[in-house]
């Protein structure tokens, strides 16, 4: 059993920076690998990023943030943050994170099967 907190979510202009961070509970978070997703208004939740379990060496991202947003692990500490730079009004969304005990990274949010409630992100123009 996995149980994920999000913070650090909030408004900020194009153009700025924000960081996310996920706290996990539980002894096994270093086997899981963990993803990020955003759901915006209207939209489905589409995937943003992840990171594979253990040392974290792999990450993989959507088209839309890649350069943009960076995904990282702290396996001590129990927590994965999701650094984004240059941001788009077009990334207003809540953001997710979600854990899955799976071999390898994927962007189907049905392989993972611990979320997050979930952290606002709002971009102004």
């Known amino acids: 059993q996995v149980q994920l907190v999000e913070s650090g979510g909030g408004l900020v202009q194009a153009g700025g920076s924000l960081r996310l961070s996920c706290a996990a509970s539980g002894r096994t978070f270093s086997w899981h690998v963990m993803g990020w997703f955003r759901q915006a208004p209207g939209k489905e939740r589409e995937f943003v990023g992840a990171?594979?379990?253990?040392?974290?060496?792999?990450?993989d991202y959507a088209d839309s943030v890649k350069g943009r947003f960076t995904i990282s692990r702290d396996n001590a500490k129990n927590t994965v943050g999701l650094q984004m730079n240059s941001l788009k009004p077009e990334d207003t969304a809540v953001y997710y994170c979600?854990?899955?005990?799976?071999?390898?990274?994927?962007?189907?949010?049905?392989?993972?099967?611990?979320w997050g409630q979930g952290t606002q992100v709002t971009v102004s123009s």
């Open positions: 979600a854990a899955g005990l799976i071999a390898a990274i994927t962007n189907d949010p049905m392989k993972y099967a611990y």
């Open positions: 990171i594979s379990s253990w040392s974290g060496g792999t990450t």
